[in-house]
Structures are given as C-alpha cells and as structure tokens.
C-alpha cells in the first residue's frame, strides 16, 4: 500500500530494493508485482536476485513492463533453454549470471537444423561463457547437419560444451578443433572404419575420449609417415 501511494503521486519513480533476494515462488510473484505496479510506474527496478532456474523462470519478461526492470540475476542450478531464456528476458542488465550449473539440454531446444536456437542465442548474449551440456545420452547416428549444428553450438560460447555422440568417420571428421571458441568436452565414438586423417581430425575435436569401434585403414604411406 505504501509503495503504491508513492507511485500514485511519482508514476515514474525509481524503485531499488537494498537486499538480495533469494528466490522462491512466492517471492518472484511479489517481485514481479512490484515490478508491475497497480499504478504502473514508468521508472526503473533495481535489484540482485538468485535462486533455481525453474523459479527465475517465472519472472515476467522486463518487455512487458510499463518501466524497466535492471535486475542482477544468478542462476544457482542447470537450466534448460527455455529456462534461460526467460530469464534473461527478465532484465535490461548486459549480463546474467550461468556459472552455477550452466545450461543443460537436449539437442533438439539447444539447436536448429545447422544453428543454434533462439533460446540458446538468448542466454549467450548475456553469458558469453555458459558451459553447455547436451543430454541426449548418446546422440547417436550424427548426420552432416547434426554436426554442422553442434558445431555452431559450440561456436557459441566461450566455456565448456559436453556431449555424448557417436556417429561414422566421414561426418565426424568435420567436427571443429576444441578450443576453436569452446572446450569440447566430446564422448565419441566412430562407428566404421576410418582412415589416418579422420582420425586425427576426430580426435583433435575432443578433450574427452574417442572410441574406434572398427579398424583404423589407410595405405602404408600414409601410416608410416603419420
């Protein structure tokens, strides 16, 4: 009631909350009607809020507000994409904070066809190391686009992209190095043979293991010199 007087006589004034708020439901609703005032404020919310990603998520999106909403935000657990995504709608902030547990999802909500989703794009804009873990356990029978895909997914950040994949030596030889932009922290394993090329650009895509289930076959030449 008061806050809303104040707001009666200044439509535009400037609220900071002086705490840090550790979130639950109850306090993100009251969050979010603070932040949509009865009467509408056109001024700015400030405030530092952490919690789970499932509660950040509810957050309504600074977008809808009469005002503007620079709210400080730490994820303290894994979120999904769209998780994350909400939650950087949230605020007019550059940044939000992903170290905790990053982003953890399956392939399909992380990625397009050959891209990143738009949910993705999201959160890397305003974290631009989030680790990234791909859930599908294992992506199996990785196509040209899948790893085109996975690819940009891993050109999407800075910090550390973990997958499980398998798939054969002509598609996956055209995985990126790690440390490209990201650390790849790939599980592969190569489904048929392959030769002493693919191979090595197999390995060098990864900080994680490789598993050859077939033989490695390539003419003397190249083995001896290799």
Avoid: C, W
């Amino acid at each position: 009631a008061n806050m809303q007087a104040i707001d009666a006589k200044d439509a535009n004034v400037a609220i900071e909350v002086s705490d840090t708020i550790s979130a639950d439901a109850n306090k993100v609703t009251a969050l979010n009607a603070l932040r949509h005032d009865t009467n509408g404020t056109t001024g700015t919310v400030t405030a530092t809020i952490n919690g789970n990603a499932d509660v950040l998520a509810n957050l309504t999106a600074t977008a809808s507000e009469t005002g503007t909403s620079t709210l400080t935000i730490t994820v303290n657990d894994a979120a999904t994409a769209a998780e994350g995504a909400a939650i950087v709608a949230a605020t007019n902030a550059a940044t939000v904070n992903f170290a905790a547990g990053g982003v953890n999802d399956t392939f399909a909500n992380l990625t397009t066809t050959t891209g990143v989703s738009t949910n993705m794009q999201a959160i890397d804009a305003k974290d631009a190391n989030v680790n990234i873990v791909v859930s599908d356990a294992p992506l199996a029978s990785m196509s040209d686009d899948n790893v085109t895909a996975l690819n940009a997914l891993m050109n999407a950040t800075t910090g550390t992209v973990t997958a499980t994949i398998n798939g054969n030596a002509a598609q996956l030889d055209d995985l990126q190095q790690t440390g490209t932009k990201a650390t790849q922290a790939l599980t592969i394993t190569v489904a048929d043979a392959f030769n002493l090329s693919q191979g090595a650009s197999i390995s060098a895509s990864t900080t994680g293991t490789v598993t050859y289930t077939q033989a490695l076959t390539d003419n003397f030449a190249n083995l001896v010199s290799g």
